[in-house]
């Protein structure tokens, strides 16, 4: 037995981790928050994933901004993911910034910041690393992996690279492959952070060198519009404007819209590197699980064991309901076992990560196999 | 719970142990369930109504959200041993083609409908002179989800004009099971069980 609820720790992994681009990294470290006691058999974990800006701070307050965990909705003792059943484990992704290595890590050959010597890593990277925290925890296999966007990402990659060591596979708001339009996205924020002066090739650590903050609140301004639906916009903000009666005739933030992204930006850069900022979204762009088969993406499933879950929502523009419908189509075509159903909320992308009692329902069914039915 | 419907009471008993089968219009789910836990078969389902799907997940199950004239095309030929079509078949567009689908993919097919020649339905539009609205079918003629009604004759045409092979039918009188010499009359449900 492990104790429960360590809001977050780190582990230095044994060995090098290899990459996909070919290099390895050294003296690799993963921050992970868990919650929840580890059975004796240790078949009760479950690997919460979570999304570009996401971190482990899964079901505990957020050290930096004193908010609550960024899915209590779902984690917790009695909650779908529920702790007093599960040991749940959530780490910080390889290339991000809450205490697994990354671009502003120090590099132990250079004994300088990375910046952008990091090599290039991708979700399999990603995955290969919480594998190795796995190894390191002496968990064999997961009862289960899920996460939403991103998150999703990786419980798919987990099901396709290690079969054998994941039970169940829950893949929500989710995509398979980023599309045309999620690089283009992407490619915006990366553009705003480097055409920031500040930005300085990266090398932005030193003492008395501002980060690109600037660039960094724009491009997460541009990508948080991608995370909301059209209509959900309408309805909280319309055309309303912001502390005024009428419009100034200028470039102040007239509309409500205007100044809740400004607030959405400044609050960002407090939390979150630019490199990181760079680094994630490069490795979402390079994610395409089919590619390594041909362009097939149900042979990365072929006889797999792992149960799956799909579940999009109407309003996501970002992973439309089609992206996961090929998911689920690959999955049936490699015979694999696997739910999807789209379900209904005008909060878009961000959908995943608020109140949804049917998301809450399934996800419970889901893990607990149907023995509680 | 609800309980199962007598066509599904009939689907139920003649599924093998262990077998693996698709489920298509599968609702909440109630027919899943009692194929996975009296005959430990292995069942994926298809349910159009997203609430429904939901529901079923949540218990479980394992149930895609689909259209049956859209999405059954993606499973490989024979990959179920049995798929069931029950009560979905005159909700279709083309269900033609959907035949066409269910025996491609799986070993075997059951398909159930309600039976519109049955004598109560004939003397309903006779006397009447209005669509009939009885017990099976109760809906409008304006809002029923029965797009294509359907004889036991009707389908019999159809599934010797496809040359497919029957390898069980049962006819259905409320709860009770009637003989098939008068089934287009008497029957108010049927069951097929086809092979391709």
Known sequence: ?373 | MTSLRPDQKIIAAHVADGARVLDIGCGSGVLMQELVETRGADVLGMEINPAKVAAAMARGLSVAQGDALKDLVHYPDQSFDYVILSQTLQAVKRPDLVLDELVRIGRQAFVSFPNFAHWRVRLSLLMGGRMPVTRLLPEQWYDTPNIHHVTVDDFRALIRDKGLVQDGQWFLSGDTQTGRGAANLMAEHAVFLLRG
Request: glycine residues 10%.
């Open chain 1, 1 to 373: 037995m492990q104790n429960a609820d360590r809001h977050s720790q780190s582990v230095k992994l044994g060995s090098p981790l290899p990459l996909d681009c070919g290099k390895q990294l050294e003296g690799v470290e993963i921050a992970y928050a868990s919650h929840g006691m580890l059975n004796a058999d240790k078949d009760n974990a479950i690997l919460i994933c979570h999304a570009l800006t996401g971190d482990q701070y899964v079901a505990s307050d957020h050290p930096v901004t004193g908010k609550p965990g960024w899915w209590v909705r779902m984690v917790g003792p009695g909650k779908p993911i529920d702790t007093d059943r599960y040991h749940v484990i959530c780490a910080n992704v390889l290339g991000s910034c809450m205490g697994s290595t990354g671009p502003a890590s120090i590099c132990p050959v250079t004994g300088k910041p990375y910046a952008m010597d990091f090599p290039v890593i991708t979700i399999a990277d990603m995955v290969r690393a919480q594998a190795m925290l796995l190894d390191h925890l002496g968990i064999e296999k997961l009862h289960a992996v899920v996460g939403g966007s991103m998150g999703g990402m990786q419980a798919l990659s987990w099901a396709a690279q290690y079969p054998m060591r994941v039970g169940a596979a829950a893949i929500i708001a989710s995509t398979s492959r980023h599309s045309a339009q999620n690089i283009a996205f992407h490619e915006v924020g990366r553009q705003a952070i480097m055409a920031d002066p500040s930005w300085q090739g990266g090398e932005y650590y030193g003492d008395g060198s501002a980060a690109p903050s600037a660039g960094l609140a724009v491009a997460r301004m541009a990508a948080h519009i991608t995370y909301l639906s059209e209509a959900g916009l309408t309805e909280k903000f319309g055309r309303r404007l912001q502390d005024r009666d009428t419009k100034t005739f200028g470039f102040d933030a007239d509309f409500q819209i205007e100044s809740y992204l400004r607030h959405q930006g400044i609050n960002f850069v407090e939390r979150f590197d630019a490199n990181s900022y760079l680094y994630i979204t490069r490795a979402m762009d390079y994610f395409d699980l089919s590619e390594a088969h041909g362009g097939m993406l149900a042979k990365a499933f072929a006889g797999t064991p792992v149960r799956f879950c799909l579940i999009s929502f109407n309003t996501d523009w970002l992973y439309p309901t089609a992206e996961s419908r090929t998911i689920l189509q690959a999955l049936h075509a490699a015979g694999a076992d696997a739910s999807f159903v789209e379900l209904e909320s005008p909060f878009g992308h961000d959908a995943f990560l608020l109140e949804n009692a049917e998301m809450e329902a399934i996800i419970r069914g889901f893990l607990g196999n149907g023995e509680e039915r």
